[in-house]
């Protein structure tokens, strides 16, 4: 079965793809890889120490291994005082809202555009179809005021649907009309059909063995006890990991639930 190419390839989309990342600012690395394109990356934080494991083990079975691409700030965007650089407190699900260093449509899209003056929010408002003229083209949207359940339509010389996978659809679906009975651009039929959204996936694991690290030149020892109950007592038979480092300011995945304690030489 033979699929459809895209009208368009990447070559064409790149400039406004390297104008999202120097915008909302996304850390990674140029790997030269087809299904993962070069951009304008800020630099990636370190990998954490099951990273590190992950890798060995992964390149010794010949897969590799490239630090992820993620919308946080490792270093302040340039020109841009607004928003600050990650301090590693592993809150980026509450929003960042002190750094901004995490990509938030409010924090990075909404506030700044809200300061030029140039735009009106709706809120609490579910927007119903796409509204079309004679000619079948796009002129505004009709919504429904959650708080008097009234229909209201604003105009515009652009329409834009943003509303992800399931959204969008359901606004093209409902946008029927006589130049468009089956909805929105759906003369294909399939508005609606084969959707993908985000998705995610999470895993855990525990640690083979031991592992010793040392470096005798360094100043400072980190005791690295792994899968201790959170307040738990450290003791001599918990220890089942010991990293000698220099470095005092490593985020240690919670998941693996890693306690630190530092002791000095």
């Known amino acids: 079965m033979a699929s459809v190419n895209w009208p368009l390839d990447y070559n064409e989309i790149k400039p406004f793809y390297d104008r999202v990342d120097q915008l909302i600012g996304i850390f990674g690395t140029n790997e030269g890889l087809e299904n993962d394109p070069d951009g304008i990356f800020l630099p990636p934080p370190k990998p954490r120490l099951h990273e590190l494991f992950i890798k060995n083990a992964a390149t010794q079975a010949g897969v590799r291994v490239i630090p992820s691409r993620l919308s946080i700030l490792t270093q302040p965007l340039p020109g841009n005082s607004e928003r600050g650089s990650c301090q590693f407190c592993a809150q980026c699900a509450r929003n960042c809202s002190y750094y901004k260093a995490d990509f938030s449509s409010p924090n990075v899209l909404i506030y700044p555009a809200m300061k030029t003056g140039n735009i009106d929010i709706i809120s609490n408002a579910m927007a119903r179809e796409v509204l079309t003229d004679r000619e ?16 209201y339509q604003v105009s515009g010389s652009v329409v834009i649907l943003a509303a992800s996978a399931c959204e969008s659809a359901r606004l093209l679906l409902n946008s029927k009309s006589q130049r468009h009975p089956n909805g929105l651009a759906n003369n294909s039929n399939v508005v609606g059909k084969y959707l993908h959204d985000s998705t995610g996936a999470a895993l855990g694991g525990y640690l083979p063995s031991p592992l010793l ?53």
């Open 136 to 151: 079948g083209l796009a002129t505004g949207i009709s919504y429904v005021s959650k708080e008097d359940n009234q229909e």
């Open 213 to 265: 690290v040392v470096n005798v030149t360094m100043k400072t020892v980190w005791v690295v006890c792994t899968f201790i109950r959170p307040g738990g007592w450290i003791t001599k038979n918990s220890i089942s990991l010991v990293v000698i480092t220099s470095n005092t300011g490593v985020e240690w995945d919670n998941l693996l639930m890693v306690s630190i304690l530092a002791l000095k030489t």
